[in-house]
T-cell receptor, first 114, second 117 residues
Framework: AQSVTQLDSHVSVSEGTPVLLRCNYSSSYSPSLFWYVQHPNKGLQLLLKYTSAATLVKGINGFEAEFKKSETSFHLTKPSAHMSDAAEYFCVVRMNTGFQKLVFGTGTRLLVSP | GAVVSQHPSRVICKSGTSVKIECRSL??????MFWYRQFPKQSLMLMAT?????????EQGVEKDKFLINHASLTLSTLTVTSAHPEDSSFYIC?????????????FGPGTRLTVT
């Protein structure tokens, strides 16, 4: 079975400092992994995705993530946080069989202080 | 990216009534759509997979008679919450799978906030 674990329920950073949101995955196959962001009372926006191409994936709004097979990790980073980055972030793995369902992590709330 | 809409964005209904939520793929055809439920401060939980022209596939623990799903066309899936009760109050999100590219992609609607009084 495929799953993701987000290690931190909350992460607090100051504006202008780096962001690190951690995600570990479990998969029997080479996984497809995603990071989504959800602002309060809003739908989901895709930040970036890994689908077995380059291991360093660049996304929107300055975010990137690195797929590390040896560590089964797909951590999300950003060099400098903005106030507008405050939101809920979900690490997601896509099942490679059947309907290709998405399995969501429990989410990490990013708090950005001035 | 492709666009998925949901209607309504918010709905308030009385206990015992039924509510229908629409999910539309606006610029692509979607054979497969998904319905999720999200409680406050929690992650998304997949409720069911909706397939055009066939019965929906429900996840374990989801009452198929309570949450009726109809995928009548390649651009529209509906979720009807029947005999709604306050515990059904939640944020309902749909997604539609776009199979046009090398890798399929799911695009999410903006969500529907259901409040049952």
């Amino acid at each position: 079975a495929q799953s993701v674990t987000q290690l931190d329920s909350h992460v607090s950073v100051s504006e202008g400092t780096p962001v690190l949101l951690r995600c570990n995955y479990s998969s029997s196959y080479s996984p497809s992994l995603f990071w989504y962001v959800q602002h309060p009372n809003k739908g989901l926006q895709l930040l970036l995705k890994y689908t077995s191409a380059a291991t360093l994936v660049k996304g929107i709004n300055g975010f990137e993530a690195e797929f590390k097979k040896s560590e089964t990790s797909f951590h999300l980073t950003k060099p400098s946080a903005h106030m507008s980055d405050a939101a809920e972030y979900f690490c997601v793995v896509r099942m490679n069989t059947g309907f290709q369902k998405l399995v969501f992590g429990t989410g990490t709330r990013l708090l950005v202080s001035p | 990216g492709a666009v998925v809409s949901q209607h309504p964005s918010r709905v308030i209904c009385k206990s015992g009534t039924s509510v229908k939520i629409e999910c539309r793929s606006l610029d692509f055809q979607a054979t497969t759509m998904f319905w999720y439920r999200q409680f406050p401060k929690q992650s998304l939980m997949l409720m069911a997979t909706s397939n055009e022209g066939s019965k929906a596939t429900y996840e374990q623990g989801v009452e198929k008679d309570k949450f009726l799903i109809n995928h009548a066309s390649l651009t529209l899936s509906t979720l009807t919450v029947t005999s709604a009760h306050p515990e059904d109050s939640s944020f309902y999100i749909c997604s539609a799978r776009d199979d046009r590219g090398r890798f399929s992609e799911q695009y999410f609607g903006p969500g529907t906030r259901l409040t049952v009084t």
